[in-house]
């Protein structure tokens, strides 16, 4: 089954320590991003990859990092976790940036809590 | 930089009505536009995508219209019912190489029995 798959799904931390939440596609996807998610902001991109080694910033990076050493995984790195951080993360994929058949495909979330 | 803005916020509506959602973005120059359903605390679930080139798209009771021009996009939910209760999303992509995705912050539909 073709999917966007995330981990953990659900996170407790404690400010200052380091997590990575994990994304994986399973559909030869060139394009992978990370989006967050909070009341009364909606969706906000955080960082996108258009192919391995290949990143660039979103709309809100700060106090983020990602990489991307195989086409399937992008995983997002919080190096020293911020209360500010609590949100709920989406990752997405898609077949072809700029191409016709560029429909995101997302992962089911992961829920941050950051105490 | 691009805004996308969704009215309304929420609507009810009864069941078996036609309705509606609106999506405006301020920069014409978009690569898609692409209408999401989220249910409450799951993720989000690709409905209609829209190419610049294209005036619409169909799937089902949905049909999704968009007008480049004017930055507007609507999404038509044909005799709703229920099951449609969500919260809908639009969604552009704009930006060198349509890297960026630019989402609205959603309608919430609530359909009545």
């Known amino acids: 089954e073709a999917q966007v798959t995330q981990n953990p799904r659900y996170l407790i931390t404690v400010t200052g320590k380091k997590l990575t939440v994990t994304c994986s596609q399973n559909?030869?996807?060139?394009?992978m991003s990370w989006y967050r998610q909070d009341p009364g902001l909606g969706l906000r991109q955080i960082y996108y990859?258009?192919?391995?080694?290949?990143?660039d910033k979103g709309d809100v990076p700060e106090g983020y990092k990602v990489s991307r050493k195989e086409k399937r995984n992008f995983p997002l790195i919080l190096e020293s976790p911020s209360p500010n951080q609590t949100s709920l993360y989406f990752c997405?994929?898609?077949?072809?940036?700029?191409?016709?058949?560029?429909?995101?495909?997302f992962g089911p979330g992961t829920r941050l809590t950051v105490l | 930089k691009q805004e996308v803005t969704q009215i309304p916020a929420a609507l009810s509506v009864p069941e078996g009505e036609n309705l509606v959602l609106n999506c405006s973005f301020t920069d014409s120059a978009i690569y898609n536009l692409q209408w999401f359903r989220q249910d409450p605390g799951k993720g989000l679930t690709s409905l209609l995508l829209i190419q610049s080139s294209q005036r619409e798209q169909t799937s089902g009771r949905l049909n999704a219209s968009l007008d480049k021009s004017s930055g507007r996009s609507t999404l038509y939910i044909a005799a709703s019912q229920p099951g449609d209760s969500a919260t809908y999303l639009c969604a552009v992509s704009s930006g060198a190489g349509s890297y960026q995705l630019t989402f609205g912050k959603g309608t919430k539909l609530s359909v009545i029995p």
């Open positions: 990859s258009m192919n391995v080694e290949v990143t």
């Open positions: 559909m030869n996807h060139e394009y």
């Open positions: 997405a994929s898609s077949y072809k940036p700029g191409g016709y058949y560029n429909e995101q495909f």
